[in-house]
């Protein structure tokens, strides 16, 4: 049989391989996150129900013209929504102005509990009253339904990010470019150190020596504090040229033949891919016919208990969001949907990194329960022979018009699956 090599690697959700040193992106778990509109736009901040889901946003009313007002009691926005300065005291039923500015907008937060229904505030956290809410619904009907859709996406989002991650799949051909990334940060900007004093400051200064010493000492400050943050920005980007030239390295290597950087090379390409959930993949490299490459893929996935049970949309009519339970038919569609979507994309990228690779054997499975033992034992629920040419005929400009379940079934292929997605577990394909 010649080499073959193992590896197990755990892909993490949102995080790319050259952004290693941020955060996770929004993940599977729950839904919590920040979308930020624009940078004159409203700013979206989705917390976990009973803490409150909200959202901010300016609405324009009646009469307001160009002015930073609006109804008593309200804060208003000027460009930038985060930027809030209070109007005056609040009086019942009345309307407060405020100072002259460029842009108006009264800035509102919408927020909405698990049970789905909205509470409406001022940006102080003042509820409003029945008559601002219908003044403020005859402004901008359609805004408020618009963030209504938009909190209803948030609180879906962890199946809809699951079940879209095929239609992000590469076609094998042309193949992963290998260039590296520029460093994402710019550069700090340069200090603006104390101005100095006048004539007469100066005057001063030689009199009173502690006003220098003290304008010196702010100017050393901000001198140092601006050293440190470059020495931080030169150290991330060297860092980031220093993963980028290892990733760069370890693409060429497998790509020219190296049998062990095929198992390093895919490693750094999976941990750049988005997955929307934390995931673990099984690589095993072995010699395929005529100097290829076939590769076997373990693609560790969710039992179907860990997906949400409840789905949000608007109502018509109500300024509330209706919550319902997801059914089990829908509930084991789009489990199905996620098996074979999550080994799709695995496959893809595979034969997108690295043209060597001829055959993808990819198995999906999950753990279970042992009814014999009680203890957990993993259940393979689809194993698939993939060649390359075979794979190439997939339209990867219309993965929207592939039915996934449908498109495995051209390989060779293990599976036991009723037509609403019931798994039985099979044997898997095996080195």
């Not at 809410?133 to 339904?145: K, N, Q």
């Not at 950087?261 to 099984?282: I, K, M, N, S």
């Not at 395929?288 to 860990?306: N, Q, T, Y």
């Amino acid at each position: 049989m010649g080499w073959r090599f193992r590896r197990r690697i755990r892909i993490l959700p949102g995080i790319r391989l050259n952004l290693s040193k941020t955060g996770p992106g929004l993940s599977l778990g729950g839904r919590g996150g920040s979308v930020s509109v624009g940078p004159s736009g409203p700013h979206m901040h989705a917390g976990l129900p009973g803490t409150g889901l909200h959202y901010r946003k300016k609405v324009r009313l009646p009469g307001q013209g160009n002015r930073r007002g609006g109804p008593a009691g309200s804060r208003v926005a000027a460009g930038d929504p985060g930027a809030a300065s209070a109007s005056p005291p609040r009086t019942a039923g009345g309307a407060g102005g405020g100072p002259e500015a460029d842009s108006g907008g009264v800035l509102l937060r919408i927020q909405a509990e698990d049970s789905g229904h909205l509470t409406f505030l001022w940006e102080d956290g003042t509820p409003l009253s029945e008559t601002e809410l219908a003044e403020v619904r005859r402004a901008d009907e359609a805004g408020i339904r618009e963030t209504m859709a938009e909190l209803c996406r948030h609180w879906n989002r962890d199946m809809d990010q699951v079940l879209a991650l095929h239609l992000e799949t590469p076609a094998p051909d042309p193949p992963l470019a290998l260039r590296a990334r520029p460093f994402p940060e710019p550069p700090p900007a340069e200090p603006v150190l104390p101005e100095g004093p006048g004539v007469l400051g100066r005057l001063v200064e030689g009199v009173l020596s502690g006003r220098r010493e003290a304008r010196e000492e702010a100017a050393a400050r901000v001198r140092d504090s601006a050293r440190r943050e470059r020495e931080a920005w030169e150290e991330a980007r060297q860092a980031h040229e220093a993963l980028e030239s290892e990733r760069l390295g370890a693409m060429e290597a497998a790509r020219a033949g190296d049998e062990e950087a095929v198992a390093e090379a895919l490693e750094h390409h999976f941990a750049d891919v988005p997955w929307p959930r934390e995931t673990e993949v099984g690589l095993e490299v072995e010699p395929g016919g005529d100097g290829g490459i076939r590769l076997w893929l373990d693609v560790d996935l969710a039992p179907r208990d860990a997906f949400p049970r409840e789905e949000a949309r608007p109502a018509k009519r109500e300024l509330r969001i209706l919550v319902r339970e997801r059914s089990d038919r829908q509930r084991r569609e789009e489990y199905r949907d996620h098996v074979h979507g999550f080994c799709f994309r695995a496959v893809g990228e595979a034969f997108h990194a690295l043209p060597g690779v001829e055959e993808v054997v990819v198995t999906g499975f999950t753990q279970a329960v042992d009814p014999a033992t009680g203890a957990d034992a993993d259940e393979v629920l689809l194993s698939a022979r993939i060649e390359r040419a075979a794979w190439g005929q997939i339209r990867f400009d219309r993965l929207e018009e592939v039915h996934l379940p449908r498109a495995f079934q051209r390989f060779p292929l293990r599976r036991d699956m009723t037509k609403t997605g019931i798994f039985r577990p099979v044997e898997p394909f095996v080195p």
